[in-house]
């Protein structure tokens, strides 16, 4: 989903949820949204 649809879906901010995908970037150590995905399947978690 896009930051947009999230932010509609869970009745927040898209500068919100931008901020929380950043953090969750910097926090596994990945470079960008397609890495975090990589890591999130490799992982298990989706």
């Known amino acids: 989903m896009s930051s ?3 932010a ?3 009745c ?3 500068a ?3 901020t929380h995908r950043q953090n969750i970037i ?3 150590e990945v470079t960008n949204t ?3 995905m990589k890591r999130a399947v ?3 978690c989706i």
């Open 4 to 6: 947009k649809e999230i």
């Open 26 to 28: 910097h926090k596994w």
């Open 8 to 10: 509609n879906a869970l």
């Open 16 to 18: 919100t949820v931008d």
């Open 42 to 44: 490799e992982g298990g």
């Open 34 to 36: 397609a890495g975090l």
């Open 12 to 14: 927040i901010s898209k």
